[in-house]
């Protein structure tokens, strides 16, 4: 299957090239030429198949053409080793909690998926060292940076804001080492993100290192999400709940919502989807007025949703055909404060003693203010509370447990190189290893 740049100013690409580029000469983000259907037989049986067998089935519909069956099935199941396990909160809405892979957080699966997917395309073409480059407002850095830890080949850079993500976050993706050098960056997300994009643009840094990305820029990390959607619906076929879902999701850089639409595109009967944004709510003001307006972003309790600009908007206006009426037809919006966060946390725990964390939080109280009768609800548990216990401790008052996964993170020692946010500094630095 081929590929096109939502800017429509370059030509078609093969998925290699999608994935070794990252990112369209023309500053667009590549889109599949066609998004397949699944069968209708497929989803009379999704409720009698395993996470890991679902997500080869979409998997297939995705990269089939451009990767053969056996590679691409051992991909899968190497990348997909845990389970994303439905939890009821209330009657009527359940949690999908994401966070059972190695940094306990829903990126684990596009993090691995594509340091799989591009190490293939390395050994098979017999490419010198790729870099990713990767822009992080929390748990991106540290699911890249893990997924790709030892793989020969490839050498990841995560450009993080300074003081600006959580202590256990920061240390999953500074203690690595080996092959992941992180840079703290002077600056915000967007900061870090427009270092990305300007590296990848530019001519002289191209020609000299073969840069990628490997946040939801790049089709390999963003298009693997879909597979969770098409469990969470097998796991509502089971319980006989599969009518009316609505699936809201904490939205950031808003490639986990797209990797959705994808979904719904294919075929996946999900009623409507809410974005759930904190303060950093330009896709609802956009829903609300039709107009994109982008602004520097605003530092919240939920962190990883901290974006001014988010990337894959440009992806969401190119699958709705650019319509905001259609867009509106299947997505609606809602924004909270982190006063507002704070309370969904601790009025679930004490009520219902099950522990979000502060982007949960929202898509939790936007599913508990907006779903209808004989509706039901599915949010996305993006990360464990326990990546954010110095926040959630003083919303509950009461202490977290830490994972074991999580305290091996912590016993390492941080080792990061600063960074400004000038893009000549960042230039240099790169053209200097």
Same mark, same amino acid.
């Given at each position: 299957m081929n590929y096109y740049s939502t800017n429509h100013q370059t030509p078609e690409v093969s998925l290699e090239e999608a994935v070794v580029k990252g990112l369209a000469a023309d500053k667009g983000l590549y889109m599949p030429c066609s998004i397949a259907a699944l069968t209708q037989s497929f989803y009379e049986q999704a409720d009698s198949l395993s996470f890991q067998e679902i997500a080869y089935r979409v998997a297939d519909a995705f990269f089939g053409e451009d990767i053969p069956a056996d590679t691409l099935k051992q991909i899968v199941y190497d990348t997909l080793n845990f389970d994303v396990p439905l939890v009821p909160v209330t009657e009527s809405i359940y949690s999908l909690e994401l966070f059972h892979g190695p940094t306990l957080a829903f990126k684990d699966v596009g993090g691995r998926f594509m340091a799989r997917l591009l190490s293939y395309f390395i050994q098979k073409e017999g490419k010198r060292q790729v870099n990713v480059l990767v822009a992080t407002s929390g748990d991106t850095g540290s699911a890249v940076a893990n997924g790709f830890l030892g793989v020969e080949g490839i050498h990841v850079y995560v450009l993080y804001p300074q003081g600006k993500v959580s202590e256990i976050q920061e240390k999953q993706f500074t203690t690595l080492g080996q092959n992941i050098t992180a840079l703290e960056v002077d600056g915000t997300f967007d900061d870090c993100q427009a270092l990305v994009k300007a590296a990848f643009m530019d001519k002289e840094l191209n020609e000299r290192l073969q840069l990628t990305s490997a946040n939801s820029i790049n089709v390999a990390r963003f298009l693997p999400q879909a597979f969770y959607y098409f469990y969470?619906?097998?796991?509502? $076929?089971?319980?006989? $709940?599969?009518?009316?879902? !609505? #699936?809201?999701?904490? @939205?950031?850089?808003?490639?986990? #919502? =797209?990797?959705?639409?994808?979904g719904k595109r294919m075929g996946l009967p999900v009623k409507r989807f809410i974005a759930a944004n904190n303060r950093n709510d330009i896709f609802y003001q956009y829903l609300k007025t039709g107009i994109y307006t982008p602004r520097p972003s605003i530092a919240t309790i939920a962190n990883a949703m901290d974006v001014g600009d988010p990337s894959n908007f440009a992806r969401v206006l190119d699958l709705y055909g650019h319509s905001h009426k259609a867009i509106c037809e299947d997505i609606s919006g809602a924004t909270y404060t982190d006063e507002q966060i704070a309370e969904t946390i601790r009025l679930v725990w004490k009520e219902r003693r099950y522990l979000l964390d502060p982007h949960g939080a929202c898509g939790f109280r936007a599913l508990a203010e907006g779903l209808q009768p004989h509706e039901t609800g599915v949010f996305l548990e993006t990360a464990h509370?326990? %990546?954010?216990?110095? =926040?959630?401790?003083?919303? #509950?008052?009461?202490? !977290?447990?830490?994972?074991?996964?999580?305290?091996?993170?912590?016993?390492?020692? $941080?080792? @990061?190189?600063?960074? @400004?946010?000038?893009?000549?500094?960042? %230039?240099?630095?790169?053209?200097?290893?």
């Open positions: 969470a619906y097998a796991q509502l $076929k089971r319980m006989g $709940k599969a009518e009316n879902a !609505v #699936i809201c999701v904490p @939205s950031g850089n808003f490639g986990n #919502i =797209t990797a959705g639409l994808f509370p326990a %990546k954010f216990k110095d =926040t959630v401790e003083r919303i #509950i008052g009461e202490p !977290v447990p830490v994972p074991e996964k999580l305290q091996a993170f912590m016993r390492g020692e $941080k080792k @990061s190189l600063p960074m @400004s946010k000038d893009f000549a500094a960042f %230039k240099q630095f790169l053209m200097g290893r």
